[in-house]
Antibody
Framework: EVQLVESGGGLVQPGGSLRLSCAAS????????MSWVRQAPGKGLEWVAN????????YYVDSVKGRFTISRDNAKNSLYLQMNSLRAEDTAVYYC????????????WGQGTLVTVSS | SYELTQPLSVSVALGQTARITCGGN??????VHWYQQKPGQAPVLVIY???NRPSGIPERFSGSNSGNTATLTISRAQAGDEADYYC???????????FGGGTKLTVL
């Protein structure tokens, strides 16, 4: 059974940094693209970033380019999102999800971790 | 950037058919995916590549895509189908994923 467990969320001040992690199990992590999707409180879903199986391709939504970095460690079955220069509008639940390709559906999702950017 | 337009809400009588639309410029040329999200839960994929159901998703869920509109159809609607539904595509011109704004389905 596919299991994705996000961690690392919390309260951070504007301009601060946070690193999210997603621990994967129950499938061959290194065979899948992985994504981050976020959802602001009471709002809809927003795609954030995704990364190829070997980390050689990464894509980002414009609003986080230059501030967020997606990465992965296939040896540890883990996905990461380094978030710098955080803004109030980055406040959201962040989900990790599996993909077969960059453009495919997000097939399996974690339960999410809440990031709150506030002073 | 590419935009997807969904109605804010759709209502359907118990046992009837609900249709949720997703509008976008020439969306028929893209692969559309649909997700169901219930309050306090993570999204669940219900349709991928326009009309394909993942394992475990009831046959009552179907999808179509043509021209400027993709449609998620839920037949014989049940109370348990009440949820928010999101369409999603990959915008190759910007190399980014795009979600519609979401539609709240109410089963009366």
């Amino acid at each position: 059974e596919v299991q994705l467990v996000e961690s690392g969320g919390g309260l951070v001040q504007p301009g601060g940094s946070l690193r999210l992690s997603c621990a994967a199990s129950g499938f061959t992590f290194s065979s899948y693209w992985m994504s981050w999707v976020r959802q602001a409180p009471g709002k809809g879903l927003e795609w954030v970033a995704n990364i190829k199986q070997d980390g050689s391709e990464k894509y980002y939504v414009d609003s986080v380019k230059g501030r967020f970095t997606i990465s992965r460690d296939n040896a540890k079955n883990s996905l990461y999102l380094q978030m710098n220069s955080l803004r109030a509008e980055d406040t959201a639940v962040y989900y990790c999800a599996t993909q077969y390709s960059s453009s495919s559906a997000a097939a399996s999702w974690g339960q999410g971790t809440l990031v709150t950017v506030s002073s | 950037s590419y935009e997807l337009t969904q109605p804010l809400s759709v209502s359907v009588a118990l046992g009837q058919t609900a249709r949720i639309t997703c509008g976008g410029n020439n969306i028929g040329s893209k692969n559309v995916h649909w997700y169901q999200q219930k309050p306090g839960q993570a999204p669940v994929l219900v349709i991928y590549r326009d009309s394909n159901r993942p394992s475990g998703i009831p046959e009552r869920f179907s999808g179509s895509n043509s021209g400027n509109t993709a449609t998620l159809t839920i037949s014989r609607a049940q109370a348990g189908d009440e949820a928010d539904y999101y369409c999603q595509v990959w915008d190759s011109s910007t190399a980014s994923g795009v979600f519609g704004g979401g539609t709240k389905l109410t089963v009366l």
